[in-house]
């Protein structure tokens, strides 16, 4: 009887020992189920991390490439305007040379129309001055003038035709003084040179009191020859002594029946000394 219950305390004690090793081995699975976990958690902490440094990293290069695409675009704006601003500059270059030219141009046309005022304020005078015996029509005057002077049967009682007649732009005379050069176009060349025989044979000529003169319009040249004889000329008028010109400027002089004609005054004054002329 006593055999069988050591048996039992043996496998008592045999289990016990089981009991115990599989509690040690639980207890050892369960640490090292633990540190597994515990490993798996620092591997899952650690692949979290990862990521969140690459994501920081993408996203400052992406904020830089965006910078950059933004410092582009401020670039293009910014050689746009400066393009812009160039032809702005010329433009306005451009502009101020057009306006120089304009300025110079409404300066020259101020000046002309100066001009153009000052000669008009003339004509204006030139026609306010028509007065005397003309009565603001020179050219009737002259046409009905002429033949009174030289004689109407010379014209065949008829007015002389004038082209045109007026006055020489000077200050007015006074009422007694000498009558004032009035110019006259005749139409036939014929009766000019009528008029003009008729002149030197019915010299002297007066009309209402005044002396009248009646000489051919020379241009500056002739009547600068001409004046070179002006003293001879006085000479021969104080004397009653018959002269005149041939044209250009030939001056001649008649002495009764002697007839000189003279180019040079010192030869004519000469001719009249010898015929004992008065001066």
Known sequence: MGKPQKNKSAEKQTTTDVTSDEASASTRLDASSRLDASSRLDASSDQDEAPTRTNIMAAINQLNQNVDSKFELLNASIAGLKQSLGEVEQRVISTEGGL????????????QCSRWAEEARSLNGRVDDLEGMEKGNP????????????GEDNFDNKPVKVDRAHRVRVRAAATDGPPRQLIARIHHDSVKELILRLSSHKFPLQHEGARIFIFPDLGPAVMKQRQQF??????CRSAGVRCGFRHPATFVVSVGEDKRTFNNPKDAEKFLDDKQVSR
Do not use: M
């Open 139 to 150: 050219t009737d005057f002259v046409s009905k003038c002429i033949p009174a002077l030289l």
């Open 100 to 111: 120089n030219e304009h300025e110079t141009q409404i300066k020259a046309l101020d000046d």
């Open 230 to 235: 002006d003293n001879i000329r006085t000479r």
